[in-house]
């Protein structure tokens, strides 16, 4: 009962920032907890940070921390995925996906996925 769309892919250069969005369908977003997966080439969907129901607090991979800043906009059913000190690693196509109530880091956790948006990282 939940669709999700994200957008703000792009390409960008070593060190640069970008941000994207997930826009959720659907009533009871604050009920979800929303997190950002990713996966790159020939690799498996890689955790990259959660945001939990409600207010929210946050949980990053280590690989992210403190580069990558993840919020919620429960009003507009929105989450945000600010990546800034971009580098060629971080080059994959990133995923949001829900649960309701309480998830961690598993992709089988979630019950709901978007469609993905491509971030490329120049070298």
């Known amino acids: 009962q939940v669709q999700l769309v994200e957008s703000g892919g792009g390409l960008v250069q070593v060190g640069g920032s970008l941000r994207l969005s997930c826009a959720a369908s659907?009533?009871?977003?604050?009920?979800?907890?929303m997190a950002w997966f990713r996966q790159a080439p020939g690799k498996e969907h890689e955790f990259v940070g959660r945001i939990t129901w409600g207010v929210g607090s946050t949980y990053y991979a280590d690989s992210v921390n403190g580069r990558f800043t993840i919020s919620r906009d429960n009003a507009n059913n929105l989450v945000y995925l600010q990546m800034n000190t971009l580098k060629p690693e971080d080059t994959a196509v990133y995923y949001c996906?829900?649960?309701?109530?309480?998830?961690?880091?598993?992709?089988?956790?979630?019950?709901?996925w978007g469609q993905g948006t491509q971030v490329t990282v120049s070298s």
């Open positions: 996906a829900a649960r309701q109530w309480d998830a961690r880091s598993r992709t089988h956790e979630y019950d709901y």
């Open positions: 659907g009533r009871d977003f604050n009920t979800y907890t």
